[in-house]
């Protein structure tokens, strides 16, 4: 119990960032993500510009409402290509390709 109070307090004190997420606890019935759009508790919002995917939860027997964000594609995190290869974003801007490292139009086998 002490864990999870500890987790929520920090939390509630920080953004946290973990990887290729973050994460916020919010006070009322919405969450902010860092683009500036109000979403409800229960709500998702795919940001395709950012290659981010946001959720926005009620937290149980609280006020509070839980938010995080996560990259997606491109943006997921740490990606390790082959040897000769590299991570390139695709035609959509958040789409992965591997191409080979000397000439990216063509694909890393």
Same mark, same amino acid.
């Given at each position: 119990?002490?864990?999870?109070?500890?987790?929520?307090?920090?939390?509630?004190? +920080?953004?946290?960032?973990?990887?290729?997420?973050?994460?916020?606890?919010?006070?009322?019935?919405h969450c902010t993500p860092k683009n500036g759009?109000?979403? +409800?508790?229960?709500?998702? +919002? +795919?940001?395709?510009?950012?290659?981010?995917?946001?959720?926005?939860?009620r937290q149980s027997d609280s006020s509070s409402v839980y938010m995080s964000c996560c990259g997606y594609g491109i943006h997921t995190g740490a990606i390790g290509?082959?040897?000769g290869c590299e991570v390139i974003?695709?035609?959509?801007?958040?789409?992965?390709?591997i191409v080979q490292a000397l000439d990216h139009s063509k694909p890393c086998v």
């Open positions: 119990m002490k864990i999870l109070f500890g987790f929520v307090f920090v939390a509630y004190c +920080l953004h946290v960032t973990f990887g290729a997420c973050y994460f916020k606890l919010e006070d009322g019935d759009v109000t979403m +409800l508790a229960g709500s998702e +919002l +795919l940001i395709p510009e950012k290659c981010e995917k946001c959720t926005c939860s290509p082959p040897p974003a695709g035609d959509d801007g958040c789409s992965v390709k």
